[in-house]
């Protein structure tokens, strides 16, 4: 126990001195002097990358935990598989042939990129929301039936404060890959940080690369950070480890 | 105080999980539904908080047919534990003990006020453990904590399905002692399911031993033990049922009866014991040749006399032969 613990700490302590020690080397060599050069632009691309993670999000979370709450009811629990399945199955396509998809239904631009990053945070989304309401014991359903607790009063007081860290896993799983995706949006004209990082590939020119992939990383990093600190805040301690087996097993 | 009429239950139509199932529970009574598993003790204890529903008869509380009431309502009137204690692991005990005051609206202080109340009924701090939760406790303090939270809105009736089951032998005997004596102040009327003999023995004011849906036989521990029904309400309760009777009766119940022995004086490794002792642990105490001799005391400390193995069993034959034969003849006068 304590040398694992040992042993993380090393590994962590040398994964910041590399990622400190390549923050200096593109610092020294001028690799950010697009974002300073070109600042309003680098805002606007900033601007537009949150606002396709953050749309993108907020329609899969509309969609996926209303769904996954269904499909957790005992009346519906048996059709849970077909739901899963379906969200699998757009989970395998892979993301340039759904933004491809997207420009068929949408054309091209925000709309379409918005719609393959919500296709693509949907499962997630619900299969943690289901794998956190899956998790509750049911006796503690039983118990709470037992007491004279209306089906109101089980959802919001026992099953949502149980799954609450699971389906927080869930968000932070989707957003943190949204924000990778959602650098293709380029590709089909939906702009963010993508059109800078594809520009340094096209000219080989590392200084708009790092510009836009940096900033990116950071967002997804920030996400993820902020994400697990709302699901340390709402879900009650108790719950949390629970939580945790749940979500990788 | 509760009747069951001709209750029960199938859940295909043909196959019956309990089978017209009629007895009466008195208040302040503990009921212990015994049997092996799959026999519908369960399903029978919660059909009366209508967790299961009822296929045919009805279930009475005071008088009143359960299946009128607002099955809400009828929940919060009626303490439930269940093994696995069912606390909500999101909430601390405070909030775990409250809930079903919580639910019927009653004001903080009344609240909190109950709860230490009930903390101080099984000897836990209530200060302490407030803001504590559910998995930081041990299982029996877990266990403890779900009995008081069924007590919380001091309700007339509780249903308490296998409460002690989990426990290890060693808790769960300190748990049930514990019980009791809560029982002995709160006077509830329980309905407790249980597949161990020796627990419904102990805590059982009377005993529903049930088969397939059925009821075999419906009476005091002491009366099933004596005169059990059938050949399977014998296989059920053991061989060692006469030793295991044993164990409802004291020493001083013996002396009213047959009286003990004189103290022979010669002897000088000699034990004592409370005349309150029940007889199976003295007569283990005299299988185990711990002394020569053992003396009975009363509360006083007072000498009462001597108690040997051939006492226990003259006592054993008239509580199982004479008296049952005796009742038999009075039984044969009447008619």
């Known amino acids: ?249 | 105080m509760i009747s069951f009429k001709h209750v029960s239950k199938s859940y295909t139509g043909t196959e019956k999980a309990v089978n017209d199932v009629n007895f009466e529970v008195e208040q302040g009574e503990i009921v212990i539904f015994l049997g092996p598993s799959g026999c519908g003790k369960t399903t029978l204890l919660r059909m009366v908080n209508r967790l299961e529903t009822i296929t045919e008869g009805s279930i009475l509380i005071n008088d009143q047919d359960i299946g009128e009431l607002n099955e809400i309502e009828l929940r919060r009137k009626i303490g439930y534990v269940i093994q696995s204690n069912g606390l909500f692991p999101n909430m601390n005990i405070e909030e775990n003990v409250t809930i079903v005051p919580d639910l019927l609206g009653w004001d903080k202080k009344k609240k909190h006020n109950r709860y230490k109340e009930l903390m101080q009924l099984i000897g836990l701090d209530p200060m302490e453990y407030r803001k504590r939760f559910p998995n930081e406790l041990s299982g029996g303090q877990q266990q403890r904590i779900g009995v008081i939270r069924a007590l919380a809105a001091d309700p007339p009736v509780m249903l308490m399905d296998e409460p002690f089951g989990a426990l290890d032998p060693l808790i769960r005997e300190k748990i049930q002692d514990e019980f009791l004596q809560i029982q002995r102040e709160v006077k509830k009327t329980i309905l407790f399911v249980s597949h161990d003999i020796d627990e419904a023995i102990k805590m059982a004011d009377k005993i529903v031993l049930m088969r397939d849906g059925e009821i075999m036989q419906y009476g005091t521990p002491s009366d099933i033990l004596i005169h059990p029904k059938n050949e399977y309400v014998s296989q059920f309760i053991g061989r060692d049922r006469a030793i295991k009777h044993l164990s409802l009766r004291t020493i001083a119940q013996l002396q009213e009866e047959i009286g003990l022995v004189d103290i022979d004086q010669s002897i000088v490794d000699s034990k004592q014991v409370n005349v309150h002792e029940n007889l199976k642990d003295t007569l283990a105490m005299l299988l185990n040749q711990e002394a020569d001799q053992v003396i009975v005391h009363d509360d006083n400390d007072e000498v009462q006399g001597a108690i040997t193995i051939d006492r226990v069993q003259r006592y054993l034959h008239l509580e199982m032969r004479q008296k049952p034969a005796q009742a038999r003849e009075k039984e044969k006068v009447i008619e």
Request: charge should be positive.
């Open chain 1, 1 to 249: 126990m304590n040398r694992k613990k040992i042993i993380a700490i090393i590994v962590r302590i040398l994964l910041y001195a590399f990622v400190i020690g390549f923050f200096v080397y593109a610092g020294v060599n001028g690799y950010f002097s697009p974002i300073f050069e070109q600042s309003d632009t680098f805002w606007v691309l900033v601007g537009q990358h949150l606002n396709l993670v953050i749309i993108s999000s907020f329609l899969a979370i509309a969609i996926a935990l209303p769904l996954a709450v269904l499909f957790t009811r005992p009346r519906f629990r048996k059709f849970e598989w077909i739901a899963s399945n379906v969200a699998n199955l757009a989970q395998t396509v892979p993301s340039l042939a759904v933004l491809a998809l997207a420009i068929g239904i949408l054309g091209v631009g925000f709309k379409p990129a918005v719609f393959a990053l919500f296709i693509y945070s949907v499962l997630p989304i619900f299969r943690n929301a289901v794998a956190g309401f899956n998790s509750i014991n049911p006796d503690l359903i039983d118990a709470g039936k037992g007491m004279g607790m209306k089906a109101g009063q089980i959802f919001w007081r026992v099953e949502v404060p149980n799954a609450a860290y699971a389906i927080i896993g869930g968000l932070r799983t989707a957003v943190v890959l949204n924000i990778g995706t959602a650098a293709l949006a380029y590709y089909i004209g939906g702009g963010g940080l993508g059109v800078w990082i594809m520009t340094g590939i096209e000219l080989f020119d590392n200084a708009y690369l790092i510009s836009g992939a940096i900033p990116v990383t950071l967002m997804a990093i920030g996400f993820d950070y902020l994400l697990r600190g709302v699901g340390y805040v709402i879900s009650p301690k108790s719950t949390r480890q629970t939580a945790d087996t749940a979500t990788t097993t």
